[in-house]
């Protein structure tokens, strides 16, 4: 099946800076990709559409100017956590689907824990 | 998005035991889907559904597509300790985005 990769797959930072998670998709062009926060025992909350070449769509109560998404290419797509704090430490997964079949194919995810 | 119904929230079963979980909604989608996640890593597709009645198998997990096209349930059968996860039902429109169950985390002893 397609491929998902992110990177980096565990990253620790300060408490005020700013951290980039990368997806790329591997083997196929993507042309919507989604982010997602994943608490402890709890299930995906979806925070962000993106299509390539266009602004994305936050869902609501995400703050654009603290999780900036670009999706440059049709394969890569970053999510930067801007001046980062403790409360964001979480895992974020990324997915990423192309017209075709419209099936989403998952990240391994990111776990950021923020000092 | 909206919040699909998913129960059990966990099972603790013994090895060999069959398993069943389903999700409920009471919004219509076109398709569901069954995801199972390990500690630290991202969901990985296990079944997709694409049509009302629907009954696929893969391997020994069987999933059908509710008639009414509100629910779905996943079954699995002779547990193994490697079927340890959480399990996640996750349904859509005709758009991108998925709808998630909140989970069954799913605890197999030998």
């Known amino acids: 099946g397609a491929v998902v990769s992110q990177h980096p797959s565990r990253v620790i930072c300060k408490s005020g800076t700013s951290v980039k998670i990368e997806c790329r998709s591997l083997d196929f062009q993507a042309t919507t990709m989604f982010w997602y926060r994943q608490f402890p025992k709890q299930s995906l909350m979806l925070m962000a559409t993106s299509n390539e070449g266009s602004k994305a769509t936050y869902e609501q109560g995400v703050e654009k100017d603290k999780f900036l998404i670009n999706h440059a290419s049709l394969t890569l797509s970053t999510l930067t956590v801007t001046s980062a704090h403790p409360e964001d430490s979480s895992f974020y997964i990324c997915?990423?689907?192309?017209?075709?079949?419209?099936?989403?194919?998952f990240g391994e995810g990111s776990r950021l824990t923020v000092l | 998005g909206q919040q699909l119904n998913q129960s059990p929230q966990s099972m603790f079963i013994q090895e060999g035991e069959d398993v069943s979980m389903n999700c409920t909604s009471s919004s219509i989608f076109n398709t569901w889907l069954w995801y199972k996640q390990d500690p630290g890593e991202g969901p990985v597709l296990l079944i997709a559904l694409y049509k009302a009645g629907e009954l696929t198998s893969n391997g020994r997990l069987t999933a059908q597509f509710g008639i009414t096209r509100k629910d779905s349930f996943l079954n699995i059968s002779a547990s193994i300790p490697s079927d340890v996860g959480i399990y996640f039902c996750a349904a859509k429109d005709s758009g991108y985005a998925l709808n998630f169950g909140k989970g069954t985390s799913l605890l197999v002893t030998p």
């Open positions: 997915s990423a689907t192309t017209r075709g079949t419209g099936e989403l194919f």
